[in-house]
């Protein structure tokens, strides 16, 4: 499968645990992208990053939530202390350039906190 | 006001039948549009990217007025497997793209 690959499909966490997040992005897409998606809402921008690189965290919670995309490996969003709130549907997207290219989205991992 | 709206729906149309879904954009510098799809609890699917001179593909047609900043999908002859919600996206140089909330079609028999 050439497609964005996110794990786990399903997460559950309790309140105060660490939640990690990955995703392998399409073959030959350096750009990767998270979203979140709350029940009834649309897709938040959360985080933009090139190998190594973070370009835009703009949508990122200042606390408690970091994304790296490291040189080998899969891109990590990790949320600690998680909280109800962090409940959602996080989606990794990538694309092959930049400059307006669309993204294409993995599955997603469903995030519930207990 | 919110970068892109859209109408959230639900439409509800016969198969067979043509709809229009609208979308307006708050930003003058964006650069880049599309519409994607997304069915319940999935993943966002891209449907096709918007230009300024219009495009068509298959029975999906997209506009772009960038003097009005609002971008229209046309859907023709609907069919059951249409039903989803559809999202307006813009993007921008920096290639943060922004979605609008969609907009529900659901088509019946």
């Known amino acids: 499968n050439a497609g964005v690959m996110q794990n786990p499909r399903h997460l559950v966490r309790r309140r105060g645990q660490e939640a990690r997040l990955r995703c392998s992005p399409m073959?030959?897409?350096?750009?990767v992208y998270w979203y979140r998606q709350l029940p009834e809402e649309g897709l938040k921008f959360m985080v933009y990053?090139?190998?190594?690189?973070?370009?835009?965290e703009s949508g990122m919670p200042k606390e408690r939530f970091s994304a790296e995309f490291p040189k080998e490996g899969p891109s990590i969003l990790r949320i600690q202390q998680v909280v109800r709130g962090d409940s959602a549907a996080y989606f990794c997207a990538s694309s092959r350039t930049g400059s307006g290219q669309p993204q294409h989205f993995g599955d997603g991992t469903r995030l519930s906190i207990l | 006001r919110k970068e892109v709206e859209q109408d959230p729906g639900p439409f509800n149309v016969p198969e067979g039948a043509t709809v229009a879904f609208n979308c307006t954009y708050s930003?003058?510098?964006?650069?880049?549009f599309f519409w994607y799809r997304q069915d319940c609890r999935k993943e966002p699917k891209l449907l096709m990217s918007v230009y300024s001179s219009g495009n068509e593909d298959g029975r999906f047609t997209a506009q772009l007025n960038r003097a009005s900043q609002y971008i229209s999908l046309l859907i023709r002859d609907s069919k059951l497997s249409d039903s989803a919600t559809y999202l307006c996206v813009v993007g921008y140089n920096t290639d943060k793209l922004i979605f609008g909330t969609g907009t529900r079609l659901q088509v019946f028999p």
């Open positions: 073959k030959g897409h350096s750009h």
């Open positions: 990053l090139q190998k190594e690189n973070i370009i835009d």
């Open positions: 930003n003058s510098a964006s650069q880049s």
